[in-house]
């Protein structure tokens, strides 16, 4: 091993590998579900935020953590819960949204629940969202006629068009 070493090039060889390999290890870590689920609390937006990225980046197995944050009694940490949820897409997640929409008027959370469900697509969410147009709070139903309006997800035609594109 010393003889090895003791040669410059394969000492330079060496190194290159190990910086390759504990780079490419490093990379290769994904953010711990439980760690960003406790920074999606954090009452510093920039550090919520920062959570949802990272629990994007985890994916489905962030999706029933996310759910149960939607029971959060912060409406911001619910907001940064539904905006992770719809960017994931996951349908699990849609009956839990459509129930946030049906019991909450918490404006930045009632616009982030629309969008996370025309981000899902489903066509619960569909329903959900025609219903909320017609909600007697002026608030809920223009949040969810301009989502309607803009995601076309109650229009076929429109999302065939979006997809193609």
């Known amino acids: 091993m010393y003889a090895v070493v003791r040669n410059p090039r394969n000492l330079v060889v060496i190194c290159l590998l190990l910086a390759v390999f504990c780079g490419t290890y ?63 897409g996951d349908k699990r997640a849609v009956v839990p949204l459509i129930n946030m929409m049906k019991n909450s008027y918490d404006l930045e959370l009632m616009f982030e629940v629309a969008v996370a469900l025309s981000q899902i697509g489903d066509q619960r969410a569909c329903d959900a969202l025609k219903t909320a ?14 989502i309607l309006a803009e995601s076309g997800l109650c229009n076929p035609k429109k999302n065939k068009k979006k997809k193609k594109k």
């Open 26 to 88: 490093a990379c290769q870590q994904k953010p711990d579900v439980q760690e960003e689920m406790q920074n999606l609390q954090a009452t510093d937006r920039d550090v919520r935020e920062a959570a949802v990225r990272a629990l994007v980046q985890i994916g489905p197995p962030a999706v029933d953590p996310l759910i149960k944050a939607l029971k959060a009694k912060n409406p911001s940490v619910q907001a940064a819960a539904a905006k992770a949820l719809g960017t994931i």
């Open 133 to 146: 147009s017609q909600d007697s709070n002026s608030f809920v139903s223009k949040i969810a006629k301009k």
